[in-house]
């Protein structure tokens, strides 16, 4: 069956389920603590079934999971749910790597090169798509790490005629999204299946020119559906901060190859000067994290076990995959850094009207004290979504 354009409200249930079954999936969550008052989310249909064989076993080490499902029905059909951020030091550490890198360039694993392409090519742009650094790693990690790599399972899925759904709910819908800019752009390898993507309370993937160019890619069509509960923090997230730098040229403040204009300069004074100084100190201090925070991470891979060959990667040798060669992923995020925090939206917008306040039993007891995810859980998403769609 193809998949039809425009929002379906079944579809997103279905996939919204998904997303929320695949935090009771994780095997790393050993103890799932309910939140009190929120709506439950229902199991998705019985039709559908985990793909365990297309499963990872266990997370990467960013605590990246997800659950590859099939249509029993109709076993051209298949769904990627990728689950959401969790309560450990590494899944929060993926959210917390937010510097911008570039969205288009190459993927050296020793002698072999992929093209890791999230936009397309803007040339000489002053401007180019940038994505986030957090969740374009994790993305990297479930494409070659863990014992199901997400690399291979796009390419068995690749054959035309299959139908894929890509979902994933909070740090697992951005992911999604940034997935879904990789089956449509980066490589023969995965072009065949018509792909459709649902996202629910996703933070900001990239940024103004990598929003451009997913729209283009998916969401205009109706193949990229970002929905958004009105009253959601998360997907506000991360702060955004644009400068002069992040205006396309020319324009008043900057000819095309990036010169000042001095009269604007002298017109706006210390403004310039001041601004450009604390920008730049905010921008710096993100990249001296972000570089802090992946040495560790770095050191970890050179010891994971891969299961991958070369020859799973389109080479045409089987010569295995190694820890230290996934470990060079990180030197060559941090070489694609963008001088830029300008995030924004992505995806066709879903909006999700939602009522203020927050969790109504909060304080009660053997409830929590506080819940700050309230507008965030996906019981909610649901909740309004049926009322203001499911008619």
Partial sequence: MTLKPGFQFAEAQLLLEMAQRAYAGTPSLTEAVATCGVPSVPDPSSNWAVRKDLTPTSATLLDNYWQVWQNQSDTTQYAIAVRGTVASAASVLADLLFPLINARFDVKLGPISLPFYLARDEGDSAVKAGVHSGFALSLLLMLFTTDSPLFVTLGLLAEQGNDVYITGHSQGASIATLLTSLVRHSTDVFKG?????????????????????????????????????????????????????????????????????????????????????????????????????????????????????????????????????????????????????????????????????????DGTPGCQKLDYFWQHHLGNYLKYMKQQYGG
């Fill in 193 to 361: 299946p018509a792909y459709k993507t649902y996202t629910f309370a996703p933070a900001k993937a990239g940024n103004d020119h990598y929003a451009y160019d997913y729209a283009r890619l998916a969401a205009v069509d109706g193949y990229g559906w970002a929905v958004t509960s009105t009253q959601d923090w998360v997907p506000q997230a991360p702060f955004a901060l644009e400068w002069i730098s992040d205006l396309n040229t020319p324009n008043p403040l900057r000819g095309f190859g990036g010169s000042p204009n001095p009269e604007a300069t002298i017109a706006l004074g210390s403004v310039v000067t001041d601004g450009e100084s604390a920008v730049n100190r905010v921008r710096d201090d993100a990249v001296r994290r972000l570089k802090q925070r992946v040495e560790s991470l770095s050191r970890r891979l050179t010891s994971e076990t891969i299961h991958l060959t070369a020859a799973d990667l389109g080479a045409a040798t089987d010569a295995p995959i190694t820890g230290s060669t996934i470990s060079d992923l990180i030197q060559q995020i941090l070489d694609q850094i963008q001088a830029s925090l300008n995030y924004a939206n992505v995806g066709a917008l879903l909006p999700l009207f939602a009522n203020p306040g927050g969790n109504p039993t």
